[in-house]
């Protein structure tokens, strides 16, 4: 079992940084495929970047080269810094502790999330 819990949401002008912290519980934090995804209202939840146990990261087209996933496993976190922010980038942010099968991030556990709201 891991448990997540999400910090660092709130609301930021258009062009404006957040950095989003999720801190795990348990020990299978440093073996786990890492995820942050995000539902807008009235949208699919969709995954926007993810790491692997050894730092491999993969992104969604519409967050390249603004959002960066890293992660410290002495911390048991991974983070999300998102830069350059878009009224389209609001919705609540959650991180998910799984695995990578083909590539593809499987997420076991979640976060409860967190809100980031983008003004124009």
């Known amino acids: 079992q891991v448990q997540l819990v999400e910090s660092g949401g709130g609301l930021v002008r258009a062009g404006g940084s957040l950095r989003l912290s999720c801190v795990a519980s348990?020990?299978?934090?440093?073996?786990?495929?890492m995820g942050w995804y995000r539902q807008a209202p009235g949208k699919q939840r969709e995954l926007v970047a993810h790491?692997?146990?050894?730092?491999?990261?993969h992104y969604e087209d519409s967050v390249k080269g603004r959002f960066t996933i890293s992660r410290d496993n002495d911390k048991n976190t991974v983070y999300l810094q998102m830069d350059s922010l878009r009224s389209e980038d609001t919705a609540v942010y959650s991180c998910?502790?799984?695995?990578?099968?083909?590539?593809?991030?499987?997420?076991?556990?979640w976060g409860q999330g967190t809100q980031v709201t983008v003004s124009s």
């Open positions: 348990g020990r299978a934090f440093s073996i786990s495929a």
């Open positions: 998910a502790a799984g695995i990578l099968r083909g590539g593809i991030h499987q997420p076991l556990f």
């Open positions: 790491i692997s146990s050894g730092s491999s990261t």
